[in-house]
């Protein structure tokens, strides 16, 4: 009987598609105790809890998690309809301003001078935000240090 079941169980292990659930009249029949009848018992609820759940159907295998490369695929693809978005406003506004800068002057189309204000002022608060975050891991690295030699006198 066990050389039965070890056999039952290899083929179930090599050949994991073509077993099946056991549904209905298929479900094993064991003596009932109380009754002493062939009835088909009720699984334990214990172990079909514990059961691995397994596929609906064998086309849903596995469902793909979120990856950098994914995000970074929607990040090009954002980025792409931004710079074509910017185009279309350097187009349309194409008509040639003279710009004037400390002295300097020039021409240029409305739409580049209008990128150009707003690159600088994007630059400007970067640079206004890097010295902050510098100055905050300063700080942070002050208290790490003394918090180590505080526990250090401990």
Known sequence: MA???RAVADESATVPDQRQE??????PTA?????????????????????????????Q???????????TWIAVILFAVILVLLLIF?????YTVEISYFGAHGHL?????LLLAAVSGILLVSLAGSARIMQL???????RRTDAAAAGRR
């Open 3 to 5: 050389r039965e079941q």
């Open 22 to 27: 056991p549904t209905g009249s298929d479900a």
């Open 31 to 59: 003596p009932d105790p109380a009754t002493g009848s062939d009835a088909p018992t009720a699984p334990d609820p214990a172990t079909v809890r514990d059961a691995p759940a397994r596929p609906a159907s064998p086309l």
């Open 61 to 71: 295998h596995h469902k793909l998690g979120h990856t950098r490369l994914s995000g």
């Open 90 to 94: 350097i187009l349309q506004n194409g």
């Open 109 to 113: 189309p409305l739409g580049v001078a």
């Open 137 to 143: 891991r300063a700080t942070a690295r002050k208290h």
